[in-house]
């Protein structure tokens, strides 16, 4: 199957969705405004860099895509990311055209510009088939009156790199592990943990913290850390590749995740496969995938008491620690695999594809 994806190609969901689509024996081309390269993958720059004009790049780059789109003749178009790609995916007028929600497009933009609203309400519209990674993704969608059909699909991880090394018990060493994954910027929120260090590492003075990852806000969170005295408890590792990640997981025995909004957290997900017990913000994504006290800890987005006082809680109990491990590995295998997903994806591929011959009537407008 020919398939065109509209996606930066610089995300790493892109390049794990088109190398993977790849390998599967499909003809996949990428369409985005940034350079990359992607294993297996035709990756064609369109328009400028969103850096240099702002939102008006997905507009230059609508003529570039519709004599891609026109040229190419793809059995199926897919753009990810509602508020930008499936903009572009739009107004080129291909289909069938499937359009991709990731989080902040449908669950933060629309809240805080009303014009981002109604631009992305008709880009969903005009779609054939939307995707969203979590169920509560999937209402505010619904809540923004589209109509359409909506599959509700996580991105899923890789169970045969992130699954369960030695188990929670394992892991509960003379300076247990506490990692974060998440990027340095506002919306995850990593400043939370780092003020909940010094109580964590006053009950456990041989802790140790990884906070994988890099953003705006490392200097800052850096000078933060000095300034609580915890420096040489801390390691920030910069930006890491999914093995490392993996890799410090499996070693863990506490990974947290702060964030202030999330689609489908991933994060959480490889944390949950490699037997890291979760402790994570009471949010809609989170509820998604931990029921309090059982798979793990919710905590409040604000207070890092709390965060502090449920960390120390679950190295005080190896119990619920161990038996959280096996419940999470069971809901990652059930629910949140990446091969079983994208199994999903490619009958869905087919069943868009089946609607149209590609000839003059695929391109609309």
């Known amino acids: 199957m020919k398939l065109c994806l509209l996606a930066n190609a610089r995300s790493i969901h892109t390049r794990r969705w088109a190398s993977h689509l790849s390998r599967r024996g499909h003809d996949v081309t990428v369409l985005s405004l940034s350079e990359g390269e992607i294993p297996g993958a035709t990756v064609r720059r369109v328009g400028p860099e969103p850096g240099t004009c702002g939102r008006l790049a997905y507009l230059f780059a609508v003529i570039p895509v519709r ?3 026109k040229a190419l003749k793809p059995d199926v178009v897919h753009a990810h990311y509602a508020g930008g790609y499936g903009f572009l995916g739009a107004l080129a007028g291909w289909h069938p055209l499937i359009i991709s929600a990731w989080g902040s497009d449908v669950l933060v933009v629309p809240g805080a510009e009303p014009f981002m609203k109604w631009v992305i309400t008709r880009c969903l519209g005009q779609a054939d088939l939307i995707t969203s990674v979590a169920t509560h993704m999937s209402a505010s969608i619904r809540a923004l009156g589209v109509t359409g059909r909506i599959l509700t699909l996580p991105f899923g991880v890789d169970t045969d790199l992130f699954r369960p090394a030695n188990g929670a018990n394992g892991k509960l060493e003379a300076a247990p592990l506490i990692v974060s994954t998440r990027h340095l910027e506002p919306i995850y929120n990593v400043g939370l943990l780092i003020e909940a260090l010094p109580e964590i590492l006053s009950a456990f ?12 806000l490392r200097q800052e969170l850096e000078r ?10 801390v390691s920030f590792t910069g930006r890491v590749t999914e093995r490392e990640i993996a890799r410090y997981l499996s070693k863990a025995a506490i990974c947290v995740s702060t964030s202030l909004s999330d689609g489908n957290n991933i994060s959480l997900n490889e944390a949950m496969a490699c037997g890291a017990f979760p402790v994570v913000t009471d949010i809609p994504a989170n509820r998604e995938w931990i029921e309090n006290g059982r ?3 919710l905590v409040d987005t604000k207070d890092p ?7 120390v809680e679950a190295l005080r109990s190896p119990n619920v620690m161990s038996a959280a491990a ?7 295998r059930n629910r949140a695999s990446w091969q079983a997903s994208m199994t999903r994806v490619e009958s869905e591929y087919c069943l868009v594809a089946q609607k149209y011959s ?6 609309t407008a």
């Open 358 to 363: 590609h000839g003059a009537n695929s391109l």
């Open 224 to 233: 933060r850390v000095r300034e609580l005295g915890v420096e040489r408890s």
């Open 305 to 311: 008491r709390d965060l502090a006082n449920r960390v």
């Open 326 to 332: 096996e419940l999470n590995w069971e809901v990652v």
């Open 295 to 297: 798979g793990g800890f």
């Open 67 to 69: 004599r891609t789109l």
């Open 205 to 216: 003075p041989s802790a140790t913290v990884a906070i994988l990852g890099d953003g705006s």
